[in-house]
């Protein structure tokens, strides 16, 4: 097993500048939020919820699929519901890719995207001169910053989506309100924010009010409002 692999900020910069725009946008969110591979491939919009009380949205990926079989390769490698918390940039990217017509959150070309680490990838990582870094290195990247930043160990094992012996079944309004405020914590540089084209967010960087309509006629992306202490996590 590969050693893992964090990424300084100049490695990420040289990276990232050579994936294509599809691949660049999952590569942002997966170094804000710390998501696999999987987990970003197979994002849905029915897995958004609407958090009013703090102007923002989270996601709560299942563990299990709709006809109660667990989800093969790994969509949760935990077997428990993944909450995924939105810092600015991953919730940047997430805003600029509504309306895309899709159940999915990461399309190209209208099509769902299988994997991460595809021939794109691995052609960027060659010419970027970090043949050996890995999708999953974005996770640990995730993970060392929030480390770096003196974001605490049970904070980061909740954002990292690593199993924790802490019974958590919900978040509170100030649990959320810390957790979102620690994944901000890695938004050091504003050099991610020109790299993705915000369709339906401020550059600022503050969500606009969220909406129970719609989004561009696209029933798949609307976001369905839940009070926090409806946000329940299993813990098996």
Partial sequence: MSKPSPLSWEEQDRLFALLQF??????????NTGCRDQEICNLRWE???????????????????????????????????????LNTLAQGVVDSCRGNGSKYVFTHRGKPILKM????????????????????DLK?????????AGVSFEDRQDL?????SRITTHYSAA??????????????????????SRKHAELGGIRPEAS??????NPESQIRPITLLEIRLANL
């Fill in 22 to 31: 599809h691949l660049r946008s999952m590569a942002i969110f997966a170094v």
């Fill in 47 to 85: 897995w958004e919820y609407d958090v009013p009380e703090l102007n923002t949205s989270i996601f709560i990926i299942p563990a299990w699929i709709e006809n109660g079989q667990m989800q093969n390769k790994g969509m949760v490698k935990n077997r428990q519901d993944r909450l995924v918390v």
């Fill in 117 to 136: 680490l595809n021939s794109g990838w691995k052609t960027a990582r060659m010419k970027a001169g970090l043949p050996k870094v890995r999708v999953h």
């Fill in 140 to 148: 640990h990247t995730f993970g060392r910053r929030l480390r770096s």
């Fill in 160 to 164: 990292l989506g690593h199993k924790s």
């Fill in 175 to 196: 649990e959320l309100r810390n957790l979102i405020e620690a994944a901000n914590k890695v938004c050091s540089r504003t050099v991610n924010l020109t790299i993705i």
């Fill in 212 to 217: 129970n309509d719609y989004v561009a006629g």
